[in-house]
């Protein structure tokens, strides 16, 4: 009998030990440990051993997407996670309001501004580059995204921001010798000045300096991007699949997959989202789906600020929230494998992406092994073994028996 399936990915969840422990080897968490103990487990190379994922390729690859085939850019994604429909041979940049001040940008985020941001995003709609057109629309917080549409361009250029503060920002460079590379480079170095020109004076950035804000003068580029054709989810899989994130650059990558979006009230994306309204929203999903995706970001927020206390908290707070809600539940939600893992592994020792495996956890109609906890070392001693994230959904289609027989 077929299964129906939920995958719960939390972000940057995989740790390095400080002092002796990770996060997840010290944090109450008894309900992922349910799943451990009773499923079967394993660790995961998301995308390849020893190769550091981003958030992007790590959820094409676990999505069974090859992302050497298939990726080719953060900004197509993000555009698609703001609502914008990429055309082909569009040009999509994630962006960021910063602030800059004599020739060096002090703040990337603009004193984190949220306020005036649609009136400044309608001035920079009127900026007019030659024989392209501009489509800008901000994203949550001070995030944007920027489409130049026309003829000849190219994603193969470098970033503008520096991911950096104190310093002066990049000047865009094409990354291989194509006309259309060198092109687009000189737009984006345009469209830049154009964006320090308007906003120096605009009305938005007057107010909040009159305020002692920091003023939002530039929009910095980078993860230059375009749209690829992928084969649907429902396509590959045969399933009607639905996401439940916050994230606006994961909800990307599951729209341009197909699956259906799922707003939910109060998720932020943040350490403060209201993760017990997505557990909710992904049980009742789970009676019109048959793939259900559950992302939850705060454990990567915690790991890059480095704040190991933030990160044991957020995983117990996801262990009540969303796994014990998610368990209280099963008796009405029949015939299902639950899939429990991460993106990637964020140290916090390094307070970035590392290519350590991540631990995995399957509940359901499966082989259990003698794993009891749900943490990385755990885990590693389990009877999945350690397997390669682009094989995942082909594991978890037999599991769930949807798989199609090879052979005779
Ligand atoms: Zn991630
Ligand atoms: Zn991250």
């Known amino acids: ?50 190769i550091r994922p981003g958030s992007d390729t790590s959820h094409l690859s676990l999505f069974g997407y090859d992302p050497f085939k298939y990726y080719k850019g953060r900004g197509a994604f993000e555009a698609s996670g703001t609502g914008l429909k990429l055309q082909k041979g569009d040009v999509a940049f994630r962006c960021n309001f910063a602030t800059i001040k004599n020739g060096r940008i002090i703040d990337r985020r603009a004193g984190r501004i949220e306020d005036g941001l649609d009136e400044i995003a309608n001035d920079i709609n009127t900026i007019k580059l030659k024989n392209i057109e501009i489509i800008f629309k901000r994203g949550a917080g001070h995030r944007g995204v920027l489409v130049f549409r026309g003829k ?8 503008v921001d520096p991911e950096n503060e104190n310093v002066p920002y990049n000047i865009c460079k094409p990354l291989d010798n194509s006309i259309d590379a060198r092109k687009t480079a000189k737009l984006v170095n345009e469209f830049t000045k154009e964006t320090i020109d308007i906003l120096s004076k605009h009305p938005v950035n007057r107010e909040r300096e009159g305020k002692g804000k920091l003023p939002a003068n530039i929009i910095l580029c980078r993860g230059a991007g375009i749209k690829v054709d992928m084969p649907s989810f429902e396509e590959k899989y045969g399933m009607s699949a639905a996401c439940i994130s916050a994230t606006t650059l994961i909800k990307g990558v599951c729209r341009d997959v197909g699956m259906d979006i799922i707003d939910v009230k109060g998720i932020t994306g943040h350490i403060d989202s209201n993760i017990a309204n997505k557990a909710d929203a992904a049980i009742k999903a789970l009676k019109r789906y048959d793939f259900v995706f559950l992302h939850i970001k705060g454990t990567d927020e915690a790991s890059h600020d480095g704040d190991f206390n933030s990160k044991k908290s957020m995983i117990e707070r996801i262990d009540k929230e969303v796994i014990g809600r998610i368990l209280k539940h099963l008796k009405d939600i029949k015939d299902i494998t639950i899939v429990l893992t991460a993106d990637h592994s964020t140290p916090l020792s390094i307070k970035q992406h590392s290519a350590d495996p991540v631990p995995i956890a399957i509940l359901g109609d499966v082989r259990a092994d003698d794993v009891k906890r749900f943490t990385e070392r755990d885990c590693a001693k389990g009877g999945l073994n350690r397997i390669c994230g682009i094989n995942l959904m082909d594991i978890i289609m037999d599991l769930s028996n949807r798989s199609k027989l090879f052979g005779a």
Do not use: F, W, Y
Not at 15 to 33: F, H, Q, S, Y
Not at 152 to 159: A, E, P
């Open 152 to 159: 000849g361009l190219s994603h193969n250029v470098s970033d």
């Open 1 to 50: 009998m077929q299964t129906k399936l939920l995958l719960i990915v939390c972000d940057g969840l995989g740790d390095r030990p400080v002092n002796g422990v990770t996060p997840l080897e010290i944090a109450n968490k008894p309900n992922m440990d349910t799943i451990a103990s009773e499923g079967i487990c394993g660790i995961m190379d998301t995308v390849r051993a020893g």
